[in-house]
Each structure stands twice: as C-alpha cells, then as structure tokens.
C-alpha cells in the first residue's frame, strides 16, 4: 500500500521556470521529509516539516506542511538545471521506519 | 555528508548464489536499513535494524536476511539469488525514531541477477 502519492511523477521544464511538487496521503504523519536523489547517487535530506502549516525555505525551494500534517508541496522558484533530480517525500508515523512516495523526475533544460 | 559507506558498489551475479551487500557507517547511529529502489515503486524497506543483533522484517523481506554483530556494520544477504532480485540496493541510517527519524542514505549497490 502506497501512503504517499506524488504528483506529478515526471516533470520537464526549462530553466527560469516555477514549478511545484505534491505529496498526498490520507494518513497523518508526524513528520515529513523531502529528498533530493541524484542519478547514480542515494537520496539525500533537503528538510524536514514538522508542525501543520510549517512553511519552511531553502534559497529558492518552498516546503510547506499541510495544516492537517496529510500533505506537503515543494514549489521551486526560476528552477535552474542543477535542480535536475529525483524528489522525494518521505512521512514518519510511529516506529522506525520512514514511508517514500515513489517521486517526482524534474528534468530542467538550459 | 554522513559516513556511510556500502560495498560493493556494483556486482553482476548468477541465479541461485549467495549474495552479501556490506553497509559500514562511522556516525555510530543505532537505526540501519536496507532499501531496494526500482522503477515504478520507489524506495522499499527490506529489513531494518535498531541495535547491536536486533533487526525486523519490513515491506519486501522474502528471500533476504540481515545480520547486525557491530554498531557500524548491517549485511544484506540473499541467500540464493533470483533475477527479480536485480534492483538497486541502499543502506540508510538514523539516530533514532519518533517524530523525526531523518534518514542518511548511502551511495547504493546496483545488483544484477542474471
């Protein structure tokens, strides 16, 4: 059973452009993380939101957390092609372990 | 970046050997865990460990056994290789559970069944 739900699953933009991510479920999460994973390479932690309705910025990468903890969205501003990479949302709930949406590809063009 | 390393980087196997995947950390971080990454269904837990010889099963746990006999080393073994087996492997580590449970990920194993 998929918890999380990315959308959507590919994007290809070029660069300067503004794009966002999505990441629903029906289940309430603790926390949520954001990843950014890199071809040939393993996911790598951009932020963690925690509270509902926590917005939180990373230079032009928005994060928010939904009011009700259900869902997050990553909104990229004038996206450059360094952006290039595989997002991932990951939700903890109780215990150890960590569920991941199965992506977003952002492929941005010069 | 957090010290975790995983070897082998690559291996190219046949049906029905043994394989064991080694993930070494330097953060002497409790929680290990194993992943494997395919297209179409994202990052899948296979086993997990929180502490010195104590592991649990996660989503995709058949066919696969883990050891955990020092804080800094989890091992991955497939016990008789299987082509659906082939998959990219990660190791990831955590400080601890609860609300957060930020995990570090290693750079991966890409593994082929043949």
């Known amino acids: 059973t998929q918890l999380l739900e990315q959308s959507p699953q590919f994007l290809s933009i070029q660069e300067g452009e503004n794009l966002t991510v999505y990441c629903n479920s029906s289940s309430v999460f603790s926390s949520l993380q954001w990843y950014r994973q890199e071809p040939g390479e393993g996911p790598v932690l951009l932020v963690t939101?925690?509270?509902?309705?926590e917005v939180k910025k990373l230079k032009r990468l928005t994060f928010q957390f939904g009011d009700a903890r259900k869902d997050s969205s990553l909104h990229i501003t004038a996206a450059q092609p360094g952006d290039t990479g595989l997002y991932l949302c990951?939700?903890?709930?109780?215990?150890?372990?960590?569920?991941f949406g199965k992506g977003t590809s952002l492929l941005v063009t010069p | 970046d957090a010290g975790i390393t995983q070897s082998p980087r690559h291996k190219v196997t046949e049906t029905g050997t043994p394989v064991t995947l080694r993930c070494h950390q330097t953060?002497?971080?409790?929680?290990m865990y194993w992943y494997r990454q395919d297209p179409g269904h994202g990052l899948r837990l296979i086993h997990y460990s929180y502490g010195v010889k104590d592991t649990d099963k996660g989503e995709v746990s058949d066919g696969y056994s883990v050891s955990r006999s020092k804080t800094e080393d989890f091992l991955l073994t497939l016990e008789s290789a299987t082509s659906s087996q082939t998959s990219v492997y990660f190791c990831?580590?955590?400080?601890?559970?609860?609300?957060?449970?930020?995990?570090?990920f290693g750079p991966g194993t890409r593994l082929t069944v043949l």
């Open positions: 990831a580590i955590s400080g601890g559970g609860g609300s957060y449970n930020e995990q570090f």
């Open positions: 990951a939700g903890a709930q109780t215990g150890y372990a960590l569920n």
């Open positions: 939101v925690v509270t509902g309705g």
């Open positions: 953060e002497n971080h409790r929680y």
